[in-house]
């Protein structure tokens, strides 16, 4: 890696840090450029603009949910395990991540009534994700733990939508049972798509 790339790769890091905190829109290249204690020329070098600086750390932050969620579980077994994993991932991001919560959460929220780039691609991150977990839920269709009637996509969206709650949950009501709760509902989503008469594949 040569040296303009890696003090890139420190900016985007700490543009990611930067952006949980503050949100997208908060992330400026002058907000940056203390941060990191460079000059702000010297970030406009790398990011023309405060759109583009807020699409790499986009991409940066799907980067390192990738590593640390999705990478692990598709490196399980197919089918129950593997979705296992997925939530367990997940769950331990959602648990520990920056100060300030989820940037895709806080980047939905900012980005909900605003056309551009910027939420183009916060779109198809999600879009994404949702395959990912589709995806992940029909192997274990394939392998037959999973009802073959069971619709891969209603499971990410039902997937997502338990995330959502513990992070509300965990994040801003400081629920102590949040992730009990998330657990259950988790439990419950895949009760319902188990192939009938077969005993739960709880992993320890």
Known sequence: MTKGAETRQVI??????????VGL????IGHLAAATGMSKS??????RSKELLQMEVLREARTE????????????PRGEPRVRELFERWVECGRTRMPGG???????????EQDGP?????????????????R??????AEGHFREDADPMQFAADLDGIMLGFYHAHRLLEDERAEARARYAF???????RVPDTAPRRLT
């Open 102 to 112: 989820c940037l895709f959460v806080k980047a939905s929220a900012e980005l909900d």
């Open 42 to 47: 010297g970030l406009f070098a790398h990011f």
């Open 12 to 21: 985007l890091s700490k543009g990611v840090e930067t952006a949980y905190r």
């Open 136 to 141: 992940m839920f029909a192997s274990g269709i």
């Open 187 to 193: 439990e419950r989503l895949l009760a319902d798509a």
């Open 25 to 28: 829109g908060g992330l400026t």
């Open 118 to 134: 910027v939420r183009d691609q916060l779109v198809r991150d999600h879009i994404d994700l949702y395959d990912s977990c589709a």
């Open 65 to 76: 949910f990738i590593d640390t969620v999705i990478r692990p579980a598709v490196l399980t």
